[in-house]
């Protein structure tokens, strides 16, 4: 990915968490129980859809239609801040609130209000590893953590390609654990151009 590439995701990473953030006037209170198991179900909502299909929009659509999530719920444009896409509530009621998200240029996302980042980083870590293989290059490109109006999040992004490609994708992780986020976790995987030598 170069520079450029990965400055305007993880911008537009940010920005999404900025708006989310803003945009949440209540914040729910859980306990570590809740939140770790919150952690699980945005993970496995996650691997199901971005992770699996990330290839292959019209599969995450089909997918999101399949299982019945609402589709443009009332908060969608906040999520979209001035972008194009579909979003879908996958909540379960207050149990779990978390809404996934496919951009028109094919990017994936996953959002969850509340969620454990030690678990989320574990499950991301898993798939991320279990992707290196002979023929595939996957490189940790970048591993930081940013400041947004007072909240810590960790912005963790690895670049997968296959290994003479010019092409790839960026599977990014951005997390916290604070209380007055909108969003804890954002899982998001892109199409982006292969790193220059």
């Known amino acids: ?3 450029t590439s990965t400055r305007r995701f993880v911008c537009a990473l940010a920005s999404a ?15 570590d129980s809740s939140r770790e198991e919150q952690a699980k179900l945005l993970g496995k909502l996650w691997m199901d859809t971005c992770a699996t299909h990330f290839g292959s929009p019209s599969d ?22 001035g972008q194009v896409g579909t979003v879908w509530d996958v909540s379960l009621g207050p149990i779990s609130q978390q809404a996934l998200v496919l ?10 209000r509340r969620a454990d980042s030690k678990t ?19 490189q940790r490109i970048l591993d930081k953590e ?18 003479e490609a010019t092409q790839g994708w960026a599977f990014a992780s951005t997390t916290t654990d604070a209380e007055a986020a909108g969003m804890q976790a954002v899982l998001t995987i892109g199409r982006t151009a292969k790193s220059s030598p």
């Open 120 to 138: 989320i980083s574990e499950t991301f870590d898993k798939v991320l590893q279990g992707m290196n293989q002979p023929g595939v290059s996957v």
């Open 17 to 31: 968490l900025w708006l989310t953030t803003m945009a949440a006037s209540v914040s729910a209170q859980t306990d």
């Open 103 to 112: 951009y028109e240029d094919g990017r994936c996302q996953v959002m969850g």
């Open 146 to 163: 940013v400041d947004q109006g007072g909240i810590r999040f960790k912005q963790v992004v690895y670049f997968v390609s296959k290994s």
């Open 1 to 3: 990915m170069n520079i």
């Open 60 to 81: 995450i659509q089909g997918l999101a239609k399949t299982y019945g999530f609402q589709h443009n719920p009332p908060y969608a444009s906040a999520l979209l801040a």
